[in-house]
């Protein structure tokens, strides 16, 4: 049986480096037909690990979410899109697991290390921030997921819910399920760069193009990206290695964009090469990635769009992928009540 459990928190609308992360895979995993169930989570709680002080950022950007799913292609009639803090069970699971995991473990887990350095924490890191891997954790095994669709950054959370999967199994019975990741085949896709030329396009750094963002956003936003500093005029040799612009070129250009809108050059190879002799502008090579991005995000944004005239259907898909998400993970925890032996009433 395959089952698939992924998403966001919800601290802001969801940009590129989400939809050729993970989004984009999901809708391909969910069209496939080869899951026996889907899972999108919400994860508002984990949301409120460092936003605790600002709950109404996290309530707002639950729709935001929610939208940006649906507008992609993820159906609510095929995939249970459900909201984190409404499912109880994955609280009480984590409480569980946090006897499973050291203090050292999580001090060492990449993942944390360099989140807890993007927002500049240093000893101040709140607890259920630090041990949001076990949160984590809890999310997947609750729903028995083997099949977790995610950026290559994500990795490193994977890697320890499978470590708590077999000290769990090892220590009481065999019921947890350890989980796969599965990453974007073009590997370009795994860590797309900000537009400031940042390791990482993220949200609390705004310097991402988000997939709800209007069309002049979007060129905005393409001409003002970092590019390489030595490619001072259009003739002198420009490097593409780690230039923001070919990097995002590589994740969304074929060969069919090179027809339609650049069909001077066959494909991203030639104009690489061009490029790297000289005589090739950033502002042409700009122009060809905006053209691309907009032909992208365009029926994206028109969806989304007409989705959010009815608000009051967004939550109540929301609520009864809620409430089929509960279920399942109640039967999961009284599994593990089970193989604990704390079902004292049973």
Known sequence: ????????????????????????????????KTSDQIYIMIAD??????????IDKVRR?????????????????QSTIFIQSQIPELCELSFYYMN?????????????????????????IPVGFFTYPISQAADI????????????????????????????????????????????????????????GAAKMSKSLGNCIYLADSSNDITKKIQSMFTDPTHLRVQ??????????????SAFANDEHFRAFLPEYQNLSELKAHYERG???????????????????????????????????IFEILRQGSLHAQKAAATTLDQ?????????FK
Request: glycine content about 6%; proline content about 6%; charged content about 25%.
């Open 236 to 249: 002198d040799p420009g490097h593409t290695e780690n230039n923001p612009v070919f990097i995002y070129l």
């Open 100 to 124: 499973l995991v050291t203090v050292s473990r999580l001090q060492r887990n990449p993942t944390v290390k360099n989140e807890i350095h993007l927002r500049n924490f240093k000893q101040s």
């Open 141 to 196: 095994t609750a729903f028995k997921a083997n099949i977790v669709p995610v950026g290559e950054d994500q990795l490193p959370m994977i890697e320890q819910t499978r470590e708590i999967v077999r000290s769990f199994n090892s220590t009481y019975q065999e019921v947890l399920v350890e989980p796969t990741a599965v990453l974007p085949e073009n590997s370009t896709c795994s860590r797309l760069p900000g537009l400031d």
């Open 336 to 344: 593990v009540k089970s193989a604990m032996g704390i079902n004292y």
């Open 1 to 32: 049986m395959n089952i698939v459990l992924t998403g966001d928190r919800p601290t802001g609308r969801l940009h590129l480096g989400h939809y050729v992360g993970s989004l984009k895979r999901r809708v391909e995993i969910q069209n496939a």
């Open 45 to 54: 709680a984990q949301a409120l690990t460092d936003n605790a002080d600002n």
């Open 279 to 313: 005589g090739l502008g950033d502002s042409k090579v700009k122009r060809f990635l905006n053209d691309i991005l907009q032909a992208e995000l365009k029926p994206i944004r028109e969806k989304r769009e007409a989705l959010s005239n009815d608000v009051g259907q």
């Open 61 to 77: 950007n639950i729709l935001e979410v929610a939208l940006d799913y649906m507008s992609c292609g993820i159906d609510p009639t």
